[in-house]
């Protein structure tokens, strides 16, 4: 009695095992590259809202809560380009470089770089120190992300 319950215990535990293998753990490549895009406009958006207080439209603490969305996507960048998702955005203008995977711990520091960046841009958000914060968003955009973008991201020419 013993063996047969072992047995079917690992009957069952392999059945899920292979289930899962087919099905649970695909990836939905079209939602993937819709989940980038939205992170990437979500970006965007908070690097609008800090040079919105540069320009004098927007107030500190929608700069520094920017700046602390801005942190907290970085990290989440690795996340939207698992394997074999390359593709162009949802809206047709940009495509993954294939270097993202095939030079993963370039893309790696890429990505760490810019997180270091926007965690500078942070602090000077929340010092307030205009000329600080202008720095922190330039390099920031020129370095974190234009560094990023320049090596791993094409733009579809129409």
Not at 18 to 44: F, W, Y
Request: net charge neutral; with cysteine; charged share 25%.
């Amino acid at each position: 009695m013993k063996f047969s319950l072992k047995l079917l215990a690992l009957g069952a535990a392999l059945a899920i095992v292979a289930a899962g293998s087919t099905g649970a753990l695909a990836v939905d490549k079209d939602q993937v590259i819709k989940d980038r895009q939205a992170l990437m406009k979500e970006q965007g958006a908070d690097m609008g809202a800090v040079k919105g207080f540069l320009d004098g439209k927007n107030d500190q603490a929608k700069a520094v809560s920017a700046a602390t969305d801005l942190t907290e996507t970085m990290k989440k960048i690795p996340d939207v380009f698992p394997p074999d998702t390359g593709g162009p955005s949802p809206d047709g203008k940009y495509a993954t470089k294939p270097e993202i995977w095939t030079d993963a711990k370039g893309f790696e520091a890429a990505v760490s770089t810019a997180a270091e960046k926007a965690n500078a841009l942070l602090a000077a958000a929340k010092g307030g120190d205009q000329a600080a914060i202008q720095t922190a968003f330039g390099d920031l955009g020129k370095n974190g992300c234009g560094g990023c973008h320049e090596k791993f991201r094409e733009e579809i020419k129409k």
